[in-house]
Each structure stands twice: as C-alpha cells, then as structure tokens.
C-alpha cells in the first residue's frame, strides 16, 4: 500500500522537501549512521534552520552556479539560433569568398618573398653576421 502525497501528513510532506534540499541525509540513513525516525524527530524538535543541518546541506551555490551556466548555455543556442535564421546566406557567402581572395594574397606575398630568399652556401662569414672573421 503506497501512500501518495495527499495521504502525508503536512509535517512529513515537509520532511520530504527538507530532505530534498539535504541530500546527504540520505546517504547518512543509506550508511545506517541514522534512522529515518531519528532524522525526522530532530528535525521537528530543532526545526530547518538548525546549524546542526549544515553539515548535510549541498553547497547552494554550486548548484546555483550549476544551473546559472546550463541557463546560459540555453540562452547562447537560443541566441545563436536565432542569429543563424536572420542571416542572409547571399551577404555570407560574398563575406566568405573576400576571405578567401584576402588569404590567397597574402599567400602569394610571402611566397614572392620566400622565392627572393638568397641561398646560403657562400663562406662561413654569412651576409647576416657582421662579426664572421675567417682563421688565418
């Protein structure tokens, strides 16, 4: 016979949420350091805000974190979505291929240069060591 929430009684329903927000409670009953019964009873003598709860509380904070960055990563592929449906594909492709025609230059450049690059095989005083003296 299982019970459903309207069957609770109100303190235990509250119970059940102060356990949710308390997730170690239940690995502390799961490792037999405490009983349901036990928990329950200094919850209701001490009440929620007991310091002794703290110990049993996740960090509020890195779950809040947690679900800010998931937030954010929603809104980002929302945003981006959206971006991506408002642009003109033509406009995209004219900025793309003025990349391209840009790189392709600047390629043909540094090969021009590369090309003009003297051979070294001259003496061991090179033309860029003003200090190469030969032995006598």
């Known amino acids: 016979m299982t019970e459903t929430k309207r069957d609770l009684h109100p303190s235990v329903a509250e119970f059940k949420e102060f356990v949710k927000q308390h997730p170690k409670l239940i690995e502390e009953v799961r490792g ?3 009983t349901w ?3 329950y009873e200094d919850w209701y003598l001490f009440g ?3 310091e002794m709860w703290a110990p049993y509380q996740t960090n509020k904070v890195e779950a809040s974190e947690t679900e800010t960055s998931e937030g954010e990563k929603k809104d980002f592929l929302t945003t981006l979505l959206t971006s991506l449906k408002n642009v003109d594909m033509n406009q995209m492709q004219h900025h793309i291929t003025n990349v391209n025609s840009a790189i392709s230059n600047i390629q043909q450049v540094l090969q021009q240069f590369q090309s003009n690059k003297p051979s070294g095989g001259g003496g061991s005083a090179g033309p860029n060591n003003p200090f190469g003296f030969r032995k006598d």
């Open 48 to 50: 929620a805000n007991d």
């Open 37 to 39: 019964k036990q928990l």
């Open 32 to 34: 037999q350091k405490k």
